[in-house]
């Protein structure tokens, strides 16, 4: 009975971190965006589909996702440009071998530096 309980208990310690590192972890992230890739998922049949969209962002620092809906909505897909730099923040946990990536919840462009002695 005992080694039941404490599988479950990791069980359920395992689920309460993954929770955390999937919806709760939140990061700041400067970077420069290097590719944006929009991805198009259609589910259903013939009669009743539904068509959603995820933004891959590939910057400098990794890859991220963007939703224009849902549980992680941002509104910064219609703003990021390739070539420029942004102060990300970023909500969720990473798993390259799953295809899983951070979401980008906030954008904010980084002031261009102009400096010419470098």
């Known amino acids: 009975m005992l080694p039941t309980l404490c599988i479950l208990a990791l069980f359920l310690a395992g689920i309460v971190g993954y929770g955390?590192?999937?919806?709760?972890?939140v990061d700041h992230i400067t970077?420069?965006?290097?590719?944006?890739?929009?991805?198009?998922?259609?589910?259903?049949?013939?009669?009743?589909?539904s068509t959603t969209y995820t933004y891959?962002?590939?910057t400098?620092?990794?890859?991220?996702?963007?939703?224009?809906d849902g549980l992680f909505a941002s509104s910064a897909f219609g703003t990021l440009?390739?070539?420029?730099t942004y102060r990300f923040?970023?909500?969720g946990g990473r798993s390259d071998f799953m295809g899983i990536f951070p979401y980008i919840i906030k954008?904010?462009?980084?002031?261009?530096n102009n400096d010419t002695n470098n």
């Open 89 to 91: 923040e970023v909500r």
């Open 60 to 68: 400098d620092k990794g890859v991220f996702n963007i939703q224009p």
């Open 81 to 84: 440009e390739k070539g420029k």
């Open 31 to 49: 970077a420069k965006v290097v590719n944006i890739t929009q991805q198009q998922n259609v589910s259903g049949d013939k009669d009743h589909f």
């Open 20 to 25: 955390y590192i999937m919806y709760e972890k």
């Open 56 to 58: 891959i962002v590939s």
């Open 107 to 112: 954008a904010d462009e980084e002031p261009q």
